[in-house]
């Protein structure tokens, strides 16, 4: 991680059930209990994807519980959260996404210097046996490991 970089949630099972083919950091609009929460770490996205409607991408399907000390105005925690891209970084996503089989997937949640980011990723469906070669691959990679350790153990 650089400097001023914290990570605040990764989506595993995106990287699981997708193939990313690009990535791209964006801010979010937060209102303001979001961004204490988000800090917290109260976020959930296991379904969450983005989808750009009148050239504005927004993030659908992520929750940011309430945030446990704030008043009754709380923020409403399933709401669609506007993504900040430069124009010209929309249109490249837009013929990307226009390929048949890509979807934008929120991919990290992150702070730089003090602001929420997300990385956000041109994704294409896995199909099954792609996650059984993946398995197969992290079981081999974790017994490669198990061995050169028992070796230097004796």
């Not at 937060?30 to 959930?44: F, P, Q, R, Y």
């Not at 994807?49 to 519980?65: M, R, S, Y």
């Not at 994704?123 to 490991?145: E, L, N, P, S, T």
């Given at each position: 991680?650089?400097?001023?970089?914290?990570?605040?949630?990764?989506?595993?099972?995106?990287?699981?059930?997708?193939?990313?083919?690009?990535?791209?950091?964006?801010?979010?609009?937060?209102?303001?209990?979001?961004?204490?929460?988000?800090?917290?770490?109260?976020?959930?996205?296991?379904?969450?994807?983005?989808?750009?409607?009148?050239?504005?991408?927004?993030?659908?399907?992520?929750h940011i519980?309430?945030?446990?000390?704030?008043?009754?105005?709380?923020?409403?925690?399933?709401?669609?959260?506007?993504?900040?891209?430069?124009?010209?970084?929309?249109?490249?996503?837009?013929?990307?996404?226009?390929?048949?089989?890509?979807?934008?997937?929120?991919?990290?949640?992150?702070?730089?210097?003090?602001?929420?980011?997300?990385?956000?990723?041109?994704?294409?469906?896995?199909?099954?046996?792609?996650?059984?070669?993946?398995?197969r691959d992290?079981?081999?990679?974790?017994?490669?490991?198990?061995?050169?350790?028992?070796?230097?153990?004796?």
């Amino acid at each position: 991680m650089s400097e001023g970089r914290k990570l605040i949630a990764q989506n595993r099972k995106a990287r699981f059930n997708y193939s990313i083919e690009d990535s791209i950091e964006c801010g979010i609009v937060l209102e303001g209990t979001e961004v204490k929460s988000v800090k917290a770490g109260n976020i959930s996205f296991p379904d969450a994807f983005a989808e750009i409607q009148n050239g504005e991408v927004w993030v659908k399907g992520l929750h940011i519980a309430e945030y446990a000390f704030s008043s009754v105005f709380n923020h409403d925690p399933d709401r669609p959260k506007k993504l900040l891209l430069h124009k010209d970084e929309i249109k490249r996503l837009i013929r990307k996404i226009d390929e048949k089989g890509f979807t934008l997937i929120p991919l990290d949640f992150y702070l730089k210097d003090g602001r929420v980011k997300v990385n956000l990723g041109v994704c294409r469906g896995k199909k099954q046996f792609d996650k059984r070669a993946d398995i197969r691959d992290r079981d081999v990679k974790r017994d490669m490991q198990r061995e050169f350790r028992k070796g230097l153990h004796g």
